[in-house]
């Protein structure tokens, strides 16, 4: 009767240590569920409590952009050194290994391109997300578009709920609407709607002032986008200023694929997101590798 002697001492195993009550790491998301803390935690690195995501998405709007046309040849082999990649299921399906071993950022809209209006959008098959096992739904909210607000933030709200009956967070991503300014006064407003309507984590746009407004009034994580090109060193800087001023990461695309060391420049963007570097050691760290890998 060994099997139950060894349940008579396991009786008397932590008698007297309460239980370990964590907390969660990510703000706003202390009371989500289970399946989405789990999800997050797939995105997020806890020690750090940020995240360097991979963005490729771009092509669902804008076709083959400068450094996307060929996928498998220029993004794949970054996907090492990101957190997350972010794409469409198209691009995930015919170029992305399966064995990448990533969490995804699904682009879970669709519609209208560059060519006309912009925002016109639908969404996609939550059973299709659970298939390609995504770890977050991304969706865009164009708040402040007078012919799209009302559409895009009906979206996600659908997606939240839609996320929220699987245990798959939802990524608020903030458009910017015509005849609107990227200063903290629109994107507090716009990143602060997506909280409000559910997104667990949302993603913007650094601005050069009073950034730290939005960061601090939005109750959920912030991610940044790149926007377009800039030279390295100035990226480094829009991440740097960026995280020092509340946001929990990057979701980087063009300044890491359209530069001259996609890998330096990841490398470099880790080192100021999850390990504090400054611009100056953040740049020497890209400038060392590019040097080397020539
Ligand atoms: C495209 C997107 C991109 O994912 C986002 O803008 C990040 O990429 P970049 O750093 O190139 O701006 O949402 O629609």
Redesign the pocket.
Known sequence: MADNEGNIDAKKIGIGTPQKQDGFFLKGNEHACYGIKARLSQVFNEKSGRTVML?F??G??MGPTSGLERIDLTINPLIQYSDCI?CTRGILRSVVPPTCNKPLSLRFDAGSTILTSLNDETLGDIEDAIRVNAALLAV?VAIGDPDHEGLTIANLTKTVDMGMRYGIPTLG?TAVGKGLNRDARYLGLATRVCAENGANVV?TYYCDEDFENVTNACPVPIVV???KKLPERDALALAYNAVTQGACGV?????IFQSDSPVGMLLAVREVVHNNATVDQAFDCYETYKAENK
């Open positions: 963005a998405d771009h669902f709007i972010m865009m991503v993603k986008a790149g926007g979701d980087m695309g063009r300044n």
